[in-house]
């Protein structure tokens, strides 16, 4: 059983920065996948960035590519979503996932925390 809880969301200007933690329960952090997504309103969950718990590989939507970095600390169980050059389009709850395995589709996460709301202002 994995619980997440997530911080760090807030109210930024465009072009400004958040940093967003997820920290973990569990013995078994490092084994896990963890992912974040973000659901806008009145729009389906996407997928954002994912990091492996094997080999740190890390995956990103394209639409956060060289603008968002995903990183985690297995010592602290703690997986980190650090955002800059923040767009009013980023504007989201946003989710940190955990599974075994990393898929693209939000169903495919077993584990899911409460959400953190990030409002990017134009």
């Known amino acids: 059983q994995v619980q ?6 807030g109210l930024v200007q465009t072009g400004g920065s958040l ?7 569990g013995r078994t952090f490092s084994s896990y996948a963890m992912g974040w ?6 729009k ?3 997928f954002v ?16 590519k060289g603008r968002f970095t995903i990183s985690r600390d297995n010592a602290k169980n703690t997986v980190y979503l650090q955002m ?6 980023d504007t ?8 075994l395995t990393i898929i693209f589709s ?17």
């Open 92 to 99: 989201a709850v946003y989710y940190c996932a955990a599974e």
């Open 106 to 122: 939000p169903t495919g996460w077993g584990y899911w925390g409460q959400g953190t709301q990030v409002t990017v202002s134009s």
């Open 84 to 89: 800059n050059s923040l767009k009013p389009e």
């Open 44 to 46: 389906e969950r996407e």
């Open 19 to 25: 940093r967003l933690s997820c920290a973990a329960s």
């Open 4 to 9: 997440l809880v997530e911080s760090g969301g």
């Open 37 to 42: 997504f973000r659901q806008a309103s009145g």
């Open 49 to 64: 960035a994912a990091i492996r718990g094997t080999d740190g590989n890390t995956y990103y939507a394209d639409s956060v």
